[in-house]
């Protein structure tokens, strides 16, 4: 089995950054894609941003020149670097991988368990 386990959220006034990060653990060949979704209240679950192996990487335009995502193959660690938060940007955010494990021939989506991130003065 495989679980993803999310740090990093909390309160931070408009303007800061906070740097959240995802790690897989368990029975793991390879990761071929990571994703930040994030859910506001009242909204529907929102893609953030992608990292697929070839290292390329999609933003959201809301959140472009502001977060950036990146990984630690070593750690099976994916993170996401948010600058210059704003208050719309509240929510929880939500990891997301597609995991190769021993003995299957198809990735298994997986979700982390979200955390909140709340931009307030």
């Known amino acids: 089995q495989v679980q993803l386990v999310e740090s990093g959220g909390g309160l931070v006034q408009p303007g800061g950054s906070l740097r959240l990060a995802c790690a897989a653990n368990g029975s793991i060949l390879s990761i071929n894609t990571r994703a930040w979704y994030r859910q506001a209240p009242g909204k529907q679950r929102e893609l953030v941003s992608t990292l697929n192996n070839g290292g390329e990487t999609t933003y959201a335009d809301s959140v472009k020149g502001r977060f950036t995502i990146s990984r630690d193959n070593a750690k099976n660690t994916v993170y996401l670097q948010m600058n210059s938060l704003k208050p719309e940007d509240t929510a929880v955010y939500y990891c997301?991988?597609?995991?190769?494990?021993?003995?299957?021939?198809?990735?298994?989506?997986?979700w982390g368990q979200g955390t909140q991130v709340t931009v307030s003065s």
């Open positions: 997301w991988m597609s995991v190769l494990r021993p003995y299957t021939r198809n990735p298994t989506p997986y």
